[in-house]
């Protein structure tokens, strides 16, 4: 998933995002509140993780900013603020979910899985798709009840097929969602992590059909394959 870093902090900030491209996230990192408003006025993010003390912009006007928009983008704020007064307003103007500072990054892991299932429309970590079973706790997916290994980028990819079933997705709208502004991958990038999510998925009820110039549709297969 694409995720946006917004924190002044420089050693933070990119611990923040090395952490989460470990995890297969596209990562990017932006210091000031001003510039952070001037990118999410045109470029889409799964979830925005929003430090309040920003130059240029705080975090609280960056946070009213993109609601006004109706930009309904998933936003945790990271905040060394622990006043209940002030958690009551960051909720009421936006914000989807805060962490206090400091803070444990298996809590800001676990809190960013949270966010990123429900932007999805799933309730638990574990979700059943035909004979496909996804643990998005763990990074595990189980076809027909056989563990399957798969790497953190692919996994981000079925991520993004299982949220978009039946939608037709473009090869630069997947990159978007896969690779941050410092990534340079390749024109065939997309085709490549397809082919192997397709080849460890071949006994699977998933299936990701190609439309040739214009991209792919996932969709759950009503017709059991034989295993």
Do not use: W
Not at 34 to 58: C, E, H, M, T, W
Not at 93 to 111: H, I, N, Q, S, V
């Amino acid at each position: 998933m694409r995720i946006l870093v917004v924190e002044d902090t420089q050693v933070l900030g990119q611990a923040i995002c090395e952490r989460l491209a470990s995890l297969g996230h596209g990562a990017d990192l932006i210091g000031d509140g001003k510039r952070a408003d001037d990118l999410l006025k045109y470029q889409v993010f799964d979830l925005i993780l929003l430090d309040l003390n920003l130059p240029g912009l705080s975090g609280l006007q960056l946070l009213q900013k993109l609601r006004q928009r109706d930009d309904v983008t998933p936003v945790l704020i990271l905040t060394a603020r622990d006043q209940i007064e002030d958690r009551i307003r960051l909720l009421d103007e936006g914000a989807d979910d805060y962490l206090t500072k400091p803070f444990d990054f298996g809590e800001l892991e676990a809190r960013c899985r949270a966010l990123l299932r429900r932007q999805q429309g799933y309730a638990a970590n574990v979700t059943e798709h035909g004979n496909i079973t996804v643990n998005r706790d763990s990074r595990q997916v189980f076809v027909a009840g056989e563990l399957t290994a798969i790497t953190n980028r692919e996994f981000r990819l079925l991520e993004i097929f299982l949220g978009h079933l039946g939608r037709v997705l473009s090869k630069d709208e997947l990159t978007d969602h896969l690779f941050n502004f410092d990534e340079t991958p390749s024109a065939n990038a997309i085709e490549l992590y397809v082919g192997r999510l397709r080849k460890k998925l071949s006994q699977g009820d998933l299936v990701i059909s190609t439309l040739r110039g214009i991209g792919y549709v996932a969709e759950i297969s009503q017709t059991q394959k034989p295993h």
